[in-house]
């Protein structure tokens, strides 16, 4: 962190000063972090577009914590004046995954929002949108879940070419080569 | 009786001629596009090739009456306005005079609609929107052309006082000129609006695949396909013939026919290579600005 | 070889070189073999002097061309096409996505087989095959033509119900109409 | 009894007693008018042409007798009246205030046949006004939101009468009689100037009714709005009275010596129909489209009368007796989408080949005689019209009607796809094909068309009689009517139909047999869902037909020409419109007495003109 960070210091405490129980952090050059509870991702979101000038919506993603049993929604915005990147963070329930529906902030967060619901089962209560996103008829599990099974799927419904049974687990030989462990919850999944 | 028998005999070796000529030409076209842009291109014959296979194909399905007879309609249209047009000029040709005694220039510019207006009634009933767009860009583009061609059809009329194809060719035997000679302007006229006739780039705007996806024929498949190619080189020895017969003085002989035919045929095939597709308004006032300037002057040529 | 029993008729030789002479290509533009084809056509290679050339829709068209893998929904689409195109009709399937999955071997949504769905008369393998495959792809095909032996159209309708068993396999709710033609 | 009398006798005791009918005995009301139409078409067909009728009222002395040229067009108004009488039954089935309706029906038929049979202007006036007022009524017969079209219509139907009126008021000040013959023999010993002016104020009152430019502004409002079975007559016969009386001015009154007059009406009548056919095609619902459509068709007819030539009249005749037809046909067959689907609304109907054939059949023919395509009656018309003016050099008004015949073809297709061809949607599934009654008259009108395509001596040798009156010598070979098949020209060129017949059908008929035959057994049907569409499955409710913007690129190409001349013009000539009905409504306030102020101030006026000027 040898250069200075100061406008991002700044909007992180422009962030601190305006609301309660937030965690912000200026984690790098143009980036900011703000770890919020639910409930208050929207007043931020709504704060900082219409009082700091966040006026794009970047980007909005959704990370699968299996191990804490929560999904992580991401908010992903950004402003053409100060050229920085907040990032609003929160986590949600995995069992019951529910968000508040805002695509009336930003009308492309409906497309988000239909991805989102799509490929990791997250609901938008309130939310109008086309039902399917990409996938059509789909009945299983939601695909991008991590304990969704996809080769057992994909053995399940696919046709496969004969003189392919050798095929080899790669992500354990990468783990291996980078020396990390593989968790627990991963080694299910090891076909070893 | 013999003589009826005569006739239809013919009649089908007008036919035939018309179809092979044209079929040639159309493969003469695509190998010259293909060495203007340095390929190989297909063999001249590919057309028949193309032709007997679509005959051979099987056709499973239709979308109602009216499509149906839709190629037929175009047949129609380009068989009988090849009866109507003299091939050859002078006697001992009697094969290929057919009915070119008992029409004239009028009636063959409405014979000449009548395929395509068939073909579009064919392409309406499938349903398929393509085939209406195509259809409409058809019959605007050709409201763009058909004013000077008739343009300078009329100064041609006016200047000579007929209007039957058989009098012209005579007028031009007499005096020994050619009309493109006599009237240089409805010349440059017509042969504008040839351009859009055929239906060539950069006025494919009808059947431009990668629009409307082959417009009125994208339903059409099979024997409905070949019975429209056929009738599309047909109607282009027509179409030809009809501009040799006018301005050049007719051929006497097939081997000058061709000569003279081939050397007009150059014009579209070889201003379409080298132009992109124009939008329909633009194929439509394209005609409605130089080639109707030249129709004027055309037509203040046959008054004075 | 008048004796012979699969010896064909003149009107059946005559019909299979014009129809391996004349192919009419849907290219059905999946992946990324849809930007071999223009360097296929085009100047360097001309595939035209074989006689193949673009269609624009499935009743005009005798080849249809998979250039790559397909997703459960875009097989949907290339079902029907198929199913519209009229006889005879042939399928080259194009890259090792349609042979055998290639690359999204493992994904949920992208089917292996492409000859469990559709019968395929010609493979083309490569990721992805250049133009001079390609070619040789057409080439093959038509030589199974003039053997008269590019009969994956009959085949279909032979073992439609078996065909019809793996499509709904994975397709849940089927949405075509009925065979028809 | 002189059977004139009994025919208007008949025509206007029947309307009057099918009002009463309506009111008492609705049962027998259809059956009564039908049989009332047949009887008099019967009565017409087996008139005696000498037969005239001589009356006095007033110390005026009146004439009634049909010449053959009015006999001509009452043969039209006859046949087109008897079959959209009869379609009318079935059309106009569980509307009320039929009695009213039938009443004007018949009144307007029965004015018409005077007007046809006047040989003197007063009566030739007075069934003029009883014509327009009849067919007013009608106008507005559907309700109240018709009102302001149906005044458009009246007040220009009101301004032709006034210039009628004054022209006869002028001709009677200098000849002192009304009697056409005196008049047509006297007019040349006028000066130019009234000879110009009798003859400009007679045809804006017969323009009118044909609907010439400045003067066609009532005419696809009316078109439109009066039931379809009534349109029929209107645009098919009613208009025609309008090309009876141009005729009679054009070869009466000016021809000869006013050439000037005849080429600024042919110039008229060709801007006219170059702009109501461009209007045509931008058109979304079929009756406007038709209207628009009926529009430029006479604007061909006045061509046609106003070049003069023996072709050219033959030919301006000829179609207007095919307009009758096919026109009729038309407005027939749109009445029976609009009855059986709904709508003629082309945005919202498509597909109903299927569900209506043979009223797809009926339109088909008559769309093709309407584009003028060979070999139908329509093409012989177009022929004889183009060759009139070419052989007379007037080229630049040839490719005037080139233009606009070409541009017919757009909205023929337009009306063709927009109700019959297309998408079948689900909405309309529903429909049913015409009664018969409603058929009959169409497939009827539809025959006539193709018969004259082959057989143009069947109307042409009436015309030549016609002709015969109005001042052309006979050209027609002496033959009878099948064997008049080929067409000449004055500079001897020709086209023989007969061969033009039968090498479209040989060729027709070998091409089908062999396009049906080749594959039949494996060949079947299917919807029109069933299109290849990159892929996509089109479920039955998806609507993919193509119907709104039709013809954007050709209106983006005219869009020039139409600006110029019709958004300018033509809206400055409403908003006038708009103020000059201001500027009424504070004349007719509603004060009696005012009204006859009026009255008298009018007849002082005319007093004193009289005797200043005309000397009576």
Redesign the interface.
């Known amino acids: 962190m040898e250069t200075s960070l100061i406008k991002e210091e700044l909007l992180a405490q422009q962030l601190q000063n305006a609301f309660e129980n937030i965690v912000t952090e200026a984690v790098r050059k143009d980036t900011v972090f703000a770890y919020a509870s639910k409930e208050q991702v929207s007043s931020i979101l709504l704060y900082a577009k219409e009082k700091l000038g966040y006026k794009s919506l970047a980007h909005m993603s959704c990370i699968d914590w299996l191990e804490s049993d929560e999904f992580e929604l991401v908010y992903i915005i950004w402003s053409p004046e100060t050229k920085l990147n907040l990032f609003v963070k929160t986590r949600i329930d995995r069992q019951n995954p529910e968000m508040e529906n805002m695509d009336m902030i930003w009308r492309q967060l409906n497309t988000y929002q239909r991805e989102i619901r799509e490929m990791f089962g997250v609901e938008f209560p309130g939310f109008v949108g086309e039902k399917e996103f ?7 599990a939601p ?1 991008m879940r991590r304990d ?1 099974d ?2 057992e ?2 053995n399940d ?5 004969e ?2 049974e050798d ?1 080899q687990d790669v992500r354990e030989r990468i783990a291996k080569r980078s020396g990390e462990e593989i968790p627990d919850f991963a080694k299910k999944y090891s076909r070893e | 009786m013999n003589t009826i028998l005569f006739e239809i005999l013919g009649a089908i070796a007008t036919i035939l001629l018309a179809f092979t000529v044209g079929m040639f030409y159309g493969g003469a076209r ?1 190998k010259i596009i ?1 060495r203007i ?7 001249v014959y ?1 057309n028949f ?2 032709v ?2 679509l005959y ?6 239709h979308h109602g009456a009216m499509q149906h007879m839709g190629p037929v309609f175009a047949i129609t249209a380009s068989v009988t306005s090849l009866m109507f047009v003299p091939v050859l000029n002078g006697g001992g040709w009697f094969w290929f005079d057919n009915l070119s005694f008992s029409g004239d220039l009028i009636f063959l510019v409405y014979m000449m609609v009548f395929g395509s207006l068939g073909m579009a009634l064919g392409a309406g009933q499938t349903g398929n929107p393509n085939s209406a767009i195509g259809v409409t860009r058809g019959l605007s583009q050709m409201v763009g052309y058909e004013i000077p061609f008739v343009m300078s059809m009329v100064a041609l009329m006016t200047q000579f006082h007929t209007t039957s194809i058989t009098g012209m060719m005579e007028i031009q035997a007499q005096s020994g000129t050619w009309m493109m000679f006599s009237n240089p302007f409805a010349f440059i006229t017509a042969v504008l609006a040839m351009l859009g006739m055929f239906h060539y780039s950069p006025f494919d705007i009808v059947h431009a ?1 990668a629009e409307v ?2 417009g009125p ?6 024997k409905y ?1 070949g019975l429209m190619m056929s009738s599309g080189s047909i109607f282009a020895f027509v179409k030809l013939t009809l501009f040799v017969n006018v301005f050049m003085g007719g051929a006497s002989n097939l081997i000058e026919l061709v000569v003279k035919t081939f050397a007009l045929y150059m014009i579209p095939v070889l201003y379409g290579v080298t132009s992109p597709r124009y939008r329909t308004e633009q194929a439509i006032t394209y005609f409605w600005k130089w080639p109707l300037f030249f129709g004027v002057i055309s037509l203040l040529w046959a008054a004075f | 070889m008048y004796n012979d029993k699969n010896a064909q008729t003149i009107v059946e030789y ?2 299979n ?3 391996k ?2 192919l009419f290509m849907l290219a ?1 533009g999946t992946g990324c073999g849809a930007i071999e084809l223009p360097a296929t056509l ?2 360097r290679y ?1 595939a ?2 074989l ?1 193949v ?10 080849l249809l061309l998979i250039t790559g893998y397909l997703s ?3 097989l ?3 079902i ?2 198929y199913e ?1 195109m ?3 009709k042939y399928v080259i399937g194009f890259g090792s996505c349609t ?3 290639g690359m999204y ?9 492409l000859d ?1 769905y559709i019968p395929v008369d010609v493979y083309i393998n490569g990721c992805m095959p250049r133009p001079e495959s390609v070619i040789a792809g057409f080439k093959e095909l038509q030589s199974l033509i003039a053997a008269g032996k590019a009969d994956g159209a009959a085949k279909y309708k032979e073992n439609l119900e078996w065909y019809r068993e ?1 499509q709904k ?5 089927w ?3 009925e065979y ?2 | 009894m002189n059977s004139l009398i009994l025919i208007l006798i008949l025509i206007f005791g029947g309307g009057i007693i099918s009002f009463l009918l309506n009111k008492f005995l609705p049962i027998l009301r259809d059956a009564f008018v039908v049989l009332v139409m047949l009887a008099i078409s019967y009565l017409f067909f087996t008139i005696d042409h000498a037969e005239q009728f001589d009356f006095e009222i007033g110390g005026i002395s009146l004439q009634w007798g049909f010449t053959y040229a009015g006999y001509l067009f009452g043969i039209i108004v006859a046949g087109l009246g008897f079959l959209s009488i009869l379609y009318s039954t079935a059309f106009m089935k569980g509307k009320d205030r039929l009695g009213y309706f039938y009443m004007n029906f018949l009144f307007s038929i029965g004015a018409m046949f005077g007007i046809l049979m006047s040989r003197d202007l007063v009566s030739l006036f007075f069934f003029w006004e009883i014509m327009t007022w009849s067919s007013y009524f009608i106008v507005i017969y559907s309700g109240k939101e018709v009102n302001g079209r149906g005044l458009k219509y009246i007040l220009f139907s009101a301004i032709g009468a006034y210039a009628m009126l004054m022209a006869i008021v002028i001709l009677y000040g200098f000849i002192g009689s009304f009697m056409l013959e005196d008049v047509f023999n006297s007019i040349y010993a006028l000066s130019t100037g009234y000879q110009i002016a009798i003859a400009v104020l007679l045809m804006i009152g017969f323009g009118v009714k044909t609907a010439i430019m400045p003067v066609h502004v009532w005419a696809p409002d009316a078109y439109s709005e009066s039931p379809m079975a009534y349109t029929a007559l209107f645009s098919g016969a009613l208009s025609k009275m309008g090309v009876f009386g141009f005729a009679l001015v054009l070869f009466n009154l000016v021809s000869g010596q006013n050439w000037l007059i005849n080429e600024i009406v042919a110039w008229l009548a060709a801007i006219t129909s170059v702009l109501a056919t461009f209007y045509a095609v931008i058109q979304k619902d079929a009756k406007k489209l038709l209207a628009y459509s009926s529009i430029a068709q006479l604007g061909y007819i006045v061509v046609g009368l106003a070049s003069g030539t023996y072709l050219g009249v033959m030919a301006g005749i000829f179609l207007a007796v095919l307009h009758a037809v096919f026109k009729g046909t038309l407005f027939m067959a749109v009445g029976a989408v609009e009855r059986q689907a709904g709508t003629t609304d082309m945005t919202q109907v498509s597909g109903l080949i299927r569900k209506m054939p043979w009223t797809f059949f009926a339109t088909l023919i008559s769309i093709i005689t309407l584009a003028g395509i060979p070999p139908l009656g329509g093409f012989v018309g177009k022929w004889m019209l183009y060759e009139a003016l070419i052989t007379s050099d007037r080229y630049y008004l040839v490719i005037m009607i080139f233009l606009s015949s070409t541009a017919a073809f757009l909205y023929s297709y337009r009306i063709l796809f927009g109700l019959f061809l297309g998408q079948e949607e689900p909405e309309f599934a529903h429909v049913k094909e015409a009664p018969l009654v409603m058929l009959i008259p169409m497939l009827l009108l539809a025959g006539i068309s193709v018969l004259t395509g082959s057989f143009p001596g069947l109307v042409m040798q009436p015309i030549q009689e016609a002709m015969l009156v109005l001042g052309f010598e006979n050209r027609l070979p002496d033959m009878d009517w099948w064997q008049l098949t080929v067409l000449f020209n004055t500079w001897g060129d020709k086209v023989v139909l007969q061969n033009v017949m039968i090498s479209i059908m040989g060729v027709f008929l070998v091409a089908l047999t062999f396009i049906t035959i080749k594959g039949y057994k494996k060949q ?1 049907y ?1 919807t029109t869902k ?1 299109i ?1 569409s ?4 089109i479920q039955p409710e998806d609507n993919m037909t193509f119907q709104i913007d039709f013809y954007k690129p050709f209106e983006r190409a005219i869009w020039p020409m139409l600006k110029r001349n019709i958004d300018t013009y033509y809206t400055e000539f409403g908003n006038g419109l708009e103020a000059f009905f201001d500027f009424v409504k504070r004349i007719y306030n509603g004060n009696g007495q005012f009204y006859a102020i009026y009255v008298m101030a009018f007849l002082a006026l005319l007093l004193l003109a009289g005797s200043e000027y005309f000397g009576f």
């Open positions: 990409i996938l059509e008829d789909w009945e299983d695909p969704f996809t080769l799927y994909v419904t696919f046709f496969e070419r003189g392919r095929k | 695509r293909a842009q340095n390929r190989v291109g297909p063999p590919q090739i193309d007997i296979k051979s194909k099987e056709t499973s399905i695949p996806a082959s024929v994208s339903e059409f498949g099979g396909l | 005559i019909q070189f014009t129809r002479n004349s059905y085009t100047s001309d035209e002097r006689g050339r673009g269609a624009a829709t499935p009743r005009q068209a005798d459960t929904k875009t949907k689409r290339v029907r096409v519209q009229q006889d005879p042979i055998n999955g071997w493992d994904s949920y949504n992208t089917i292996k087989l469990k793996n396999k994975v397709l849940k709710n949405p075509l109409v028809n033609w | 079947r299917v069933d290849s990159s892929g996509e499955i």
